[in-house]
């Protein structure tokens, strides 16, 4: 038996909804979906639920729709109950909190295994994409065998509802790049190709064991010419 309700979501998402569309805002999406306007973990659960149905990019305040599924997603809950473990065995490695919603939410985190780790982000949120690494088809075969050898998934930074893509995916180079200085840590980023930009500067002779040990103290990478 059929949910007349998820279709008729689906129906409002395939009429008023196209990839590229900008829609004003929160508050207007709500108005094509005929929503209450929510706040707080009422909101998050709403946001949740639309991504089973299409993704989206925040640009300030506007809502940019970038993909729109061929049918719903089924629901994934993580949370399970004594009576209901279901397949929490593989879920030990979200390492992230599921009373506060932080799990939905989006920003920078870490896969880590010994002393491998990756860094990466996510503009959705942080459950989905920790579900791509574990899944069969993920690309990152490095992330799918650490996830599946015990790794742990962490969240590093989380970002406010309202922030632009752009401000995540600067914060996650900022990440890399100091986890990178760090010796004790084989960051996986480098097996992708990941390239760092260095920025060269002249100093006087005198000044270089004062400019390396600030450079030390600050976790910044760097290379002597």
């Not at 729709?65 to 593989?90: E, F, M, Q």
């Not at 088809?137 to 065998?145: D, E, G």
Request: charged share 30%; hydrophobic share 30%; with cysteine.
């Amino acid at each position: 038996m059929q949910d007349n309700n998820i279709d008729n979501f689906y129906e409002l998402v395939k009429k008023n909804l196209a990839i590229g569309l900008i829609v004003k805002n929160y508050k207007e999406m709500c108005r094509l979906f005929n929503e209450k306007i929510k706040s707080g973990n009422s909101k998050i659960l709403q946001l949740k639920n639309w991504q089973r149905y299409f993704t989206w990019i925040n640009d300030k305040q506007k809502i940019i729709i970038k993909n729109i599924h061929n049918k719903p997603l089924p629901k994934i809950d993580l949370r399970h109950d004594g009576n209901n473990k279901g397949n929490r065995k593989d879920y030990k490695q979200f390492n992230i909190s599921t009373n506060n919603d932080d799990d939905l939410k989006k920003g920078v985190y870490k896969i880590i295994l010994d002393n491998n780790i990756y860094i990466g982000s996510t503009n959705n949120n942080f459950r989905e994409r920790f579900i791509m690494h574990m899944s069969k088809n993920n690309p990152l075969k490095h992330t799918y065998n650490m996830i599946h050898n015990g790794g742990v998934f962490e969240a590093i930074w989380i970002a406010e509802e309202d922030i632009e893509e752009s401000v995540i995916r600067k914060k996650e180079k900022e990440y890399i790049e100091y986890y990178i200085g760090l010796s004790e840590w084989n960051v996986i980023n480098l097996r992708y190709g990941y390239k760092i930009k260095y920025s060269n500067i002249k100093i006087k002779k005198n000044d270089y064991n004062t400019v390396i040990s600030l450079l030390q103290d600050n976790n910044i990478y760097y290379k002597v010419n």
